[in-house]
């Protein structure tokens, strides 16, 4: 997990970031075109609800919303329904590769509702916040071309390299890789030191090494990777001969300055436009460690790959989360000014019983929030299996889970 300090300056950050509001006239023109009779006439008749909501919700994206890039069936009405009716909801992702600002416009567009960044959370927002890194030389890995170094300096990351640089500048680093390199080289940019062992102190140093998205090009980047955790001090093209000695913590690996290794998100498996779930980050997380464990004797011979996992189910990811929905619902219902109460519920509505059920089930709010997991069965989930996490409610998709949530809670539409 993140250090104590690092979480704490994020989720500082995290209140710093503008919050939406969304348009009254923009709601009525929604629900006038998208909701049932009923609901247009709650919404036209009152201009201020009796009530206001007590509870809210976080949404999974893929296999909840959306089937890869099409929206599933009803995810516009039901989110529509929410905005209408004034209540809170944000969107809780694993899946990253792109800046906040690009994937709200996407999702506002594929979804038909507006949407902003402070309704939003991917698996690398996190990072924006680790000021610590931003005047070093970070490596990035994952996502498609260079987006992912894109996003890094758009986070304010002032010296990144990709494993694709590297190989553009030494093909011989990973020779399985050489057909692919007339597609490096058209986003691969110069590195900013050369890789020279007999001159450590002008050779390329990485200073932390970050999987933004999931990798395309799985054995360069584990090659990448490697080396880097193989190293002294995080110098390329070096070997730390404090590796393997038996006299030092974790048997020497990673005691030698090598850089922390990030992960975004530990998902498997995700819904994908195939039938069936296919491989995610932590995939690529699972075959590292069996390359480490195969190099070093693993755990069985008292080593472990040292690194950082965020995003669900971790505990710090929703603790960030819950603070970006409060602030949300704060401005949200900001008519009822200090009158507002404590948010009672939110209904985590996902797909994958590792992640969303997981998460939802074992998070702890500080707020004393009860956080309800309500599993859907439009993704990675298969109808007629025993979930892994059993959540408190199963329902067949997104549209189904807010109906069901809204009736638990008796709210009049």
């Known amino acids: 997990m993140l250090s104590h300090a690092s979480w704490s300056s994020f989720l500082r950050a995290s209140s710093r970031r503008s919050l939406f509001f969304t348009p009254p006239s923009y709601l009525a023109a929604n629900v006038a075109t998208n909701t049932s009779p009923s609901l247009r006439r709650s919404f036209q008749t009152e201009t201020t609800p009796p009530s206001y909501p007590e509870f809210a919700f976080a949404f999974d994206i893929d296999g909840v919303l959306l089937r890869s890039s099409d929206p599933l069936p009803r995810a516009h009405e039901a989110l529509s329904y929410l905005q209408s009716q004034r209540i809170p909801f944000i969107l809780l992702t694993n899946g990253g590769g792109k800046h906040e600002l ?95 062992p007999s001159s450590p ?24 990777i490697k080396d880097v955790l193989l190293s002294q001090q995080g110098i ?12 030092l913590p974790n048997k020497g690996y990673q005691q030698d300055g090598q850089p922390p290794l990030y992960f975004s998100n530990p998902d498997l498996l995700w819904a994908a436009k195939y039938h069936l779930p296919r491989l995610g980050q932590g995939g690529f997380r699972e075959a590292l460690e069996g390359v480490w464990a195969a190099l070093t004797g693993g755990e069985k011979g008292g080593v472990q790959l040292q690194k950082i996992v965020m995003g669900k189910p971790h505990q710090p990811t929703y603790e960030f989360a819950e603070k970006r929905l409060v602030a949300h619902r704060k401005k949200l219902l900001s008519q009822f000014d200090g009158s507002l109460g404590h948010l009672k519920r939110v209904y985590m509505v996902g797909d994958n ?19 309800v997991s309500v599993l859907v069965q439009t993704g990675v989930y298969v109808d007629g299996t025993v979930p892994a996490h059993k959540p408190r409610k199963i329902v067949g998709g997104v549209y189904d889970a807010v109906s069901w949530a809204v009736q638990q809670e008796h709210w009049k539409s």
């Open 201 to 224: 102190s002008t050779s390329l140093k990485i200073d932390a090494v970050f999987v933004y998205s999931d990798p395309r090009d799985w054995g360069l980047d584990l090659q990448i």
């Open 102 to 196: 690009d994937r709200v416009s996407e999702l506002s567009e594929k979804l038909s509702v507006p949407l902003d960044t402070s309704m939003f959370v991917q698996s690398h927002t996190p990072f924006a916040d680790m000021d610590e890194y931003k005047g070093k030389t970070v490596m990035v890995a994952g996502g498609d071309e260079d987006r992912c170094r894109i996003v890094a300096e758009k986070y304010g990351f002032k010296n990144v390299v990709t494993p694709a640089d590297i190989l553009a500048a030494y093909p011989d680093i990973w020779p399985f890789s050489r057909q692919l390199l007339p597609y490096y080289k058209a986003f691969t940019r110069p590195l900013p030191a050369p890789i020279d």
């Open 236 to 247: 390329m093209g070096t070997l730390s001969p404090k590796n393997g000695d038996a006299s």
């Open 353 to 371: 019983p590792e992640s969303d059920i997981l998460g939802g089930n074992s998070y702890r709010s500080p707020l004393g929030t009860d956080w």
